[in-house]
C-alpha cells in the first residue's frame, strides 16, 4: 500500500476533493493501527462534515471499515442469508418475532447483534430472559445452527469492523457524528462484515428514533441503500414511525413475551403490521416471493400453522435456553410490583412523546446509562393507549412494572407527562412511510 501524506488528504477534503479508494484504505488501515494521530483523523471527519462525500467515497470508507477486522465467511450456509437491521427505537422487538417468522418460510437467517446502551437492552440482553440462553457461541456452531434450524443470531466480536468502532468513539467527542455518509457508512461496515446476502433495513423516524425528521431518515435510508447495493448484497429499505413505542411493551422480558403472544396470533396491530411488511421484504431479498402481497402471506402462514413458534422454541434450545418458557411466557422474569397509570381526563390520545416512554424504562432499571450498568430485566411499561386511542377519565393509559417503587413514583409522573390528550379525534399514524427497493 503506498504511503500518502495524511495532510494532503486533510486538505484535498476540506477543499472539496474527492478521495479515491486507495487514499481511503491507507487512512482507516493506518488509523486502526494507531499510526494516523487522533488530531489528524478529528481533522478528516471535521472536513468530511462539512464537505461531504459522494456515492464512491462513502463506499470506498465503508468496505474498507467492514475490512479493518474480520469479514464473516457464511459461504458454508446453503442458500442465500439475510439478515434485518433496525436503527432502533421505544419497544422494538422485531428480531425476536421477525427472525423465527422469516426463517419458518425456509429463507435462512443468520444474524448478529448487539447490546443496548439506552432505555433498554439490545436484542441480546432480551433474549438472555431465557435461562440459559447465550449469543457467545463460535462461528462454526452458529453456521451449524442455520443450515440445520433455518436462522441463529450471535454477538458482535470485538474483530468486527475495529474501524468503526474507533471512528466513532472519534466522532463522538468531536461532534462529528451527525454526518449521513458516517452515519450510514458505520452501519453498513458492520452489515457487510456480518457476511449475509441480502440485508433488510428498517430506519426509524420520530421521536423516539435517532432520526427525528422524516427527511433525514429517508436521506438514511437512501443512503445504506446505495451502499449495501454497490457493494453487491441486496439491499431494501424502509422507513419507518418511531413516533410512538412500537407495539405495547417497553422493557426487556416484556418485550419478549409480545414476541411470543405475536407467533401465537395474538400481538398489537401495529408490531404484527411492521414484522409482516420486513418479512415479505426479507422473503423478496432471499427469492422466496414475488412481490409483497405474496410474501405477506407467507409470514401470517407462519403464524397461523404454528411453526414461527416452533421454530423460535428450537433456536432458543440450539443456544442454551430452556423452550419451555416459549409455551410458558408467564415464567420470564416478572416485576414485584404493577402499578396502573390513569388519563387524567377524557379525549383522543393526540401524542405519546416516544422518548420519554424510553426513558422511563431507564428510570425503572430496564437499561444502561453506562456500558457497565446492570439490567433489570423485568421492569418496563406495557401501553394500553396509543395514538389515536379513546379514552375516559380515569381509565387505564398504561401499567408500570417496577421493582423499586420510588423509581415507579419518577417514572409514573415522566410517564403522565408524555402523554397529550385532545377533544378531537385523532388518525392513527401511517407506520410504514416509504419502501426503498
Known amino acids: 500500500m503506498r504511503n500518502y501524506n495524511m495532510y494532503d488528504l486533510i486538505q484535498k477534503k476540506k477543499t472539496g476533493g474527492e478521495l479515491s479508494r486507495a487514499e481511503i484504505d491507507f487512512m482507516v488501515k493506518n488509523y486502526t493501527g494507531d499510526i494516523i494521530p487522533d488530531y489528524q483523523m478529528s481533522a478528516m471527519m471535521m472536513a468530511i462534515f462539512f464537505e461531504g462525500m459522494n456515492e464512491e467515497e462513502t463506499l470506498f470508507l465503508t468496505e474498507a471499515m467492514a475490512k479493518s477486522g474480520d469479514m464473516l465467511d457464511l459461504s458454508a450456509i446453503k442458500g442465500i442469508k439475510v439478515d434485518k437491521h433496525s436503527t432502533g ?4 422487538k422485531t428480531s425476536l418475532a421477525l427472525a423465527p417468522m422469516v426463517a419458518a418460510c425456509g429463507l435462512k437467517v443468520a444474524k448478529m447483534s448487539g447490546r443496548g446502551l439506552g432505555h433498554t437492552g439490545g436484542t ?14 463460535c462461528v462454526d456452531k452458529f453456521i451449524n445452527n442455520v443450515n440445520e434450524i433455518g436462522m441463529a443470531i450471535m454477538g458482535q466480536t470485538n474483530e468486527l469492523a475495529p474501524a468503526d468502532k474507533k471512528l466513532y468513539a472519534l466522532r463522538d467527542v468531536t461532534a462529528t457524528v451527525d454526518q449521513m455518509s458516517l452515519i450510514a457508512s458505520s452501519i453498513m461496515s458492520k452489515k457487510l462484515a456480518a457476511g449475509a446476502d441480502a440485508i433488510v433495513l428498517d430506519v426509524k423516524t420520530g421521536s423516539g428514533a435517532f432520526m427525528k425528521e422524516e427527511k433525514d431518515a429517508v436521506l438514511l435510508a437512501e443512503e445504506m441503500y446505495r451502499i449495501g447495493n454497490n457493494a453487491g448484497r441486496k439491499t431494501i429499505a424502509l422507513v419507518t414511525d418511531m413516533d410512538q413505542p412500537l407495539g405495547l411493551a417497553v422493557g426487556n422480558s416484556l418485550e419478549v413475551k409480545e414476541a411470543i403472544e405475536t407467533l401465537k396470533g395474538n400481538g398489537p396491530a401495529d408490531f404484527v403490521e411492521l414484522c409482516v411488511a420486513l418479512g415479505a421484504q426479507m422473503l423478496i431479498a432471499g427469492g422466496l416471493a414475488l412481490n409483497q402481497e405474496e410474501g405477506e402471506a407467507k409470514i401470517r402462514a407462519t403464524i397461523k400453522d404454528g411453526s414461527a413458534l416452533k421454530m423460535m422454541a428450537g433456536f432458543i434450545t440450539a443456544q442454551g435456553g430452556d423452550a ?8 420470564l422474569p416478572g416485576a414485584a410490583i404493577i402499578e396502573p397509570v390513569f388519563s387524567p381526563g377524557p379525549g383522543y390520545i393526540e401524542k405519546i412523546i416516544c422518548d420519554e416512554i424510553g426513558r422511563c424504562s431507564l428510570i425503572l432499571g430496564g437499561g444502561r446509562v453506562t456500558k457497565d450498568s446492570i439490567i433489570d430485566l423485568a421492569v418496563g411499561i406495557v401501553l394500553t393507549k396509543k395514538v389515536g386511542s379513546q379514552v375516559s377519565q380515569g381509565e387505564v393509559l398504561a401499567y408500570i412494572h417496577g421493582n423499586d ?3 415507579i413514583a419518577e417514572a409514573k409522573e415522566r410517564l403522565l407527562g408524555a402523554y397529550k390528550i385532545s377533544e378531537n379525534k385523532v388518525e392513527v399514524p401511517l407506520l410504514i412511510k416509504r419502501v426503498i427497493s
Open 324 to 331: 419451555a418458557y416459549v409455551y410458558h411466557p408467564e415464567k
Open 405 to 407: 417503587s420510588g423509581k
Open 124 to 137: 441480546i440482553d432480551k433474549l438472555e430472559s431465557f435461562p440459559g440462553f447465550t449469543t457467545e457461541i
Open 89 to 92: 427505537g421505544v419497544g422494538d
